[in-house]
């Protein structure tokens, strides 16, 4: 079974979609842990005892860049940071800030939902997937979706396929959506107490600035807010001019590289959560994490009410302290990288969806093929 990264499992890496495809007909009745370089394969509720890994990190070819219309369709095993400079030779880019970025390969990415502060301006993983194609537990190719953004032909499979955690099929290649490359980039970060930067970002989101994202940190340095921006340099300047002029008295704010922010990486010893909350409680919310978690780690996406927490040995009276604060507040805590007993403690109610996942799930891998369990 599959208990830490380095349990000696057979690993099989397709270079081709044939032969992942015939790897999973012979598959049949067996137990098989989908996954691209396995940054994230702990991510799931939980991740059953397994026979085989397969990887798709033989399958990494660029398909077609349709530089003109803004697409691209690529192999699901390419990392990000192989992606971006091809797209980067076009003045392109796609838009999303992953953790584990050098890692994180594309189907990856898609599989978790994992993007970050760039989702305020760029929208969620699934507002830049234009076209999926996937191998089923049968080992049949299927295919959703297109190389073309006005697409609405048939169910929205890419929806599914979001955040499914390679629990429904192998994600083989996949069509995404474009942005140009800005001119520049750049951030504001700003320092001070809690409520004062609470004002800050309610300034900077009903004002006359435009940022790419808004996060609110709780940080070992103290409470801060970061301010992304992307333009021109002329017009970063002048979108940073006018948050100085919006920003309470109190502050203190200094301009820095977006790139500066270090986040902790695999293996850190953290149990990072993820967690969500309506955008008006993320004063109250950062406040609960103050309190319950003193010296965590926290990413807030302000304009969201999404959020990252990176906690060290946490107790687990405290943990369900936040969790029913966050439900009554209409919002949530899933624990992604943590030991399994406190994932088990921890387990998300999913109400009534839980039923319509167990479905989906039962369609889409009748014989229970894919180990990883949303629910």
């Known amino acids: 079974m599959l208990s830490d990264p380095g349990d000696p499992l057979p690993i099989q890496t397709p270079s081709t979609v044939s032969e992942l495809a015939g790897i999973l007909k012979e598959c049949q009745g067996r137990k098989v842990l989908p996954l691209g370089q396995g940054s994230k394969w702990g991510w799931a509720h939980s991740v059953e005892p397994v026979d085989l890994v397969l990887s798709t990190r033989g399958l990494r070819r660029l398909i077609d860049h ?35 970025p050098e890692r994180a390969t594309l189907g990856g990415i898609i599989a978790t939902a994992d993007t970050g502060s760039l989702r305020w301006r760029y929208g969620g993983i699934r507002d830049l997937l234009l076209g999926i194609a996937w191998v089923r537990a049968d080992g049949e190719v299927a295919k959703a979706g297109g190389r073309v953004v006005k697409n609405v032909a048939g169910y929205d499979l890419m929806k599914l396929f979001t955040g499914s955690l390679g629990s429904l099929g192998i994600l083989t290649q996949v069509s995404l959506r474009l942005y140009p490359l800005p001119a520049a980039q750049s951030a504001l970060l700003a320092i001070g107490s809690l409520p004062e930067l ?114 060290v040995q946490p107790e687990v009276g405290s943990l369900m302290q936040l969790q029913r604060y966050l439900k009554s507040a209409g919002g949530f805590l899933l624990l992604l990288e943590a030991p399994p007993a406190l994932k088990r403690a921890l387990a998300h109610d999913f109400g009534p969806a839980a039923s319509l996942m167990r479905k989906l799930k039962q369609h889409f891998d009748p014989a229970g093929t894919f180990s990883p369990s949303l629910i």
């Open 66 to 100: 349709a530089a003109a219309d803004l697409t691209v369709t690529v192999e699901a095993g390419m990392t990000l940071a192989e992606l971006q400079p091809i797209l980067a030779e076009r003045g392109q880019w796609w838009p999303v800030d992953p953790l584990y």
């Open 198 to 311: 609470e004002v800050l970002c309610q300034q900077v989101l009903t004002g006359p600035v435009n940022p790419v994202g808004v996060d609110l940190w709780l940080r070992a340095e103290g409470s801060q807010v970061w301010l992304s921006f992307h333009g021109s340099e002329r017009a970063i300047a002048q979108q940073m001019a006018q948050t100085r002029r919006l920003a309470p008295a109190g502050l203190t704010l200094q301009e820095v590289n977006p790139g500066s922010l270090s986040l902790p990486q695999p293996g850190s010893g953290a149990v990072l959560a993820k967690f969500g909350c309506l955008p008006s409680q993320s004063l109250a919310t950062l406040e609960q994490f103050q309190t319950l978690f003193p010296g965590a780690q926290v990413q807030l996406h302000r304009g969201c009410g999404l959020g990252r927490a990176w906690l």
